[in-house]
């Protein structure tokens, strides 16, 4: 079982800049991938971010691609997502996610909302 947690939503300004964390409790198993996702209103979930625990690797969909960076802090299990020119479309309820494979998601936080005004 793992647990997540995510925190770092919030509101902000188009053209700025958030950064969510996800903590990650219980069987970190090292070889899971770790992702980020979002849901806006009325809209399905959408993949945002993904890697593993070395962070050698990423993958980002054109929509944030040179905007968000997704990193990994072993030491304190941690995932982040690094958001910066943050847009109005952005606003969503972001989910951490982790999972043996990116096709597989087992496990997931409760989300955060983060709210970009115009």
């Known amino acids: 079982q793992v647990l997540l947690a995510e925190s770092g939503g919030g509101l902000v300004q188009a053209g700025g800049s958030l950064r969510l964390s996800c903590a990650a409790s219980?069987?970190?198993?090292?070889?899971?991938?770790l992702g980020w996702f979002r849901q806006a209103p009325g809209k399905e979930r959408e993949f945002v971010a993904a890697t593993t625990w070395s962070g050698r690797t990423t993958y980002y969909p054109d929509s944030v691609k040179g905007r968000f960076t997704i990193s990994t802090d072993n030491a304190k299990n941690t995932l982040y997502l690094q958001m910066n020119s943050l847009k109005p479309e952005d606003t969503a309820v972001y989910y951490c996610?982790?999972?043996?494979?990116?096709?597989?998601?087992?496990?997931w936080g409760q989300g955060t909302q983060v709210t970009v005004s115009s």
């Open positions: 996610a982790a999972g043996p494979t990116p096709y597989d998601y087992k496990f």
């Open positions: 219980g069987r970190t198993f090292s070889t899971y991938v």
